[in-house]
Structures are given as structure tokens and as C-alpha cells.
């Protein structure tokens, strides 16, 4: 496939998943998982960051003082601080962000594993890897089970278990230190239950509709027991094309 044909065929996906995470549905599954996130990485702080994804921004609360988003055109940027690039090329240096978020994107990439590769390769030695993922056993994964939900956003694409994702990650140098679960809801009931959602957070039970990986490289990681993924129980709880204006090279030089 050439580059136009699969930047047309990502920017027809970003338009639907903008659609998605708009609507009631989204926004209840988006609502869950910034819950989630947001008393890990608002502990995070550096330089530069990037998020890879249809949705809205999830990590705004994280004290990363220069955020990137992505697109695969022009017309579908947000604004000047957006990479507008293959999602396996991303015109970046080795290791220079601090926290990078990949939002249910590897279900849907057209090849996923480069991906992966380019969301560890940008990630500093220190910096945080978090990947969202749909859970294949949750609610909305049941439901796949009908070939017509498969067709649409969410249900398009292949959906792994975090079990498969650490086994990709080991293969980059990272190690998957936290799963957590989110988006808990009866099956056919609306995306966010409040009262099952704090029931399966304080549990982490793996229900859930979606899952949020926390990963790190594995040079960083001294504690006992590496090579375990854990389920621990959750904490309560700018560029255009190359870059348009200043890189975030030279921003970081700056600051």
C-alpha cells in the first residue's frame, strides 16, 4: 500500500473514531480512562510528550510541558503542535519524549508491531510508555461476536489481550509494569456505570472494557521480580509534517 492510499485510508478512520469518542458511548469509555491515568502521570513531569490516537487528549493533566498529537494529514491537524506523519515513521529523534500514549491505535494500525517499535524508540530511557487497548473479553468484546459490530469503530480492527501486548513489548525493551482495567458496565447497558466502575477499579478486576498498559524501559527497572506483567490495584482515585515552527528539539534545548 503507498503512503497516500494508507493516509487516506487512516484519515477515513480518524474522522470515525472523532465520531466515536464524541458521542455518548465514547465519551463514557474516554471519562473512565483519563480516571484512570490521570493520578499516574500527573507524578510524570518532562520535557516533551506525544499522543497517538483518534480520541481526545487523555494526558492534559500531566505536567509534560510540551504535548504532541498526531494525524495522518493536514487537513484532519488540530492545530501546530501535530505530527502529521505514517504512524511507523514518526519524524522524531531516539528517545526524546517523556511520555508517550498509544490510544487504541494498535488495534487498528496498519501494521502494529512498527508502530510499537516507534512509539519505544522516541520514548526516553526514563520516560513512560502507556498503551490503551479494547479488552477482547469485556462487554463490547462479547459483542464482536456479531460480524456487523466488527465493521464499525470500535469494534473494527484485532483486539489482544495485555498478555499479547507484554509479550510485543518485551520484544522493544520495555516491560509492562501495570495493567488496569476500565470502562466496567453490564452488557447492553450504557458505557459508564459509576457504581460498577468503582466496584472493578478498586479491584482491577479484568471486566472491563478497555485496559491501560504502563510500561517502562527495561534498563530502568531495578525491583525484584522483572519479567512479571502487574495487576496491582489502582491508585484511588507544536508540528506540522516535520514540524512546524520551532522543533521540539530546539523547545527542549530552550528550556
Not at 173 to 187: K, N, W
Not at 228 to 239: E, I
Request: hydrophobic share 40%.
Amino acid at each position: 500500500m503507498s503512503n497516500s492510499q494508507e493516509a487516506m485510508r487512516m484519515a477515513r478512520l480518524v474522522r470515525e473514531g472523532r465520531h466515536y469518542w464524541a458521542g455518548a458511548a465514547g465519551q463514557g469509555v474516554w471519562q473512565a480512562q483519563r480516571a484512570c491515568l490521570g493520578p499516574l502521570c500527573e507524578r510524570w513531569f518532562g520535557p516533551h510528550g506525544l499522543e497517538l490516537g483518534l480520541a481526545p487528549s487523555l494526558a492534559d493533566m500531566c505536567p509534560v510541558r510540551h504535548a504532541l498529537r498526531w494525524s495522518p494529514t493536514r487537513e484532519l491537524a488540530a492545530d501546530e503542535s501535530t505530527l502529521v506523519c505514517p504512524l511507523d515513521a514518526l519524524p522524531l529523534p531516539d528517545g526524546c519524549l517523556s511520555l508517550v500514549v498509544v490510544h487504541h491505535l494498535l488495534e487498528i494500525a496498519p501494521d502494529p508491531h512498527h508502530l510499537l517499535q516507534e512509539a519505544a524508540r522516541v520514548t526516553a530511557d526514563d520516560g513512560h510508555l502507556i498503551l490503551f487497548g479494547w479488552h477482547p473479553f469485556g462487554p463490547s468484546g462479547w459483542r464482536r461476536c456479531r460480524p456487523a459490530r466488527r465493521r464499525q469503530l470500535p469494534g473494527r480492527g484485532r483486539w489482544r489481550t495485555p498478555g499479547r501486548l507484554a509479550d510485543w513489548l518485551a520484544f522493544v525493551d520495555f516491560e509492562a509494569r501495570r495493567v488496569d482495567y476500565c470502562g466496567f458496565r453490564l452488557p447492553g447497558s450504557p458505557a459508564r456505570n459509576a457504581r460498577l466502575e468503582t466496584l472493578g477499579r478498586r479491584y482491577n478486576l479484568p471486566l472491563g472494557d478497555s485496559y491501560m498498559i504502563h510500561a517502562r524501559r527495561r534498563s530502568q527497572l531495578v525491583q525484584p521480580g522483572r519479567g512479571r506483567v502487574v495487576f496491582p490495584t489502582p491508585l484511588a482515585g507544536s508540528a506540522l509534517g516535520n514540524v512546524s515552527g520551532r522543533s521540539a528539539t530546539d523547545e527542549g534545548k530552550q528550556g
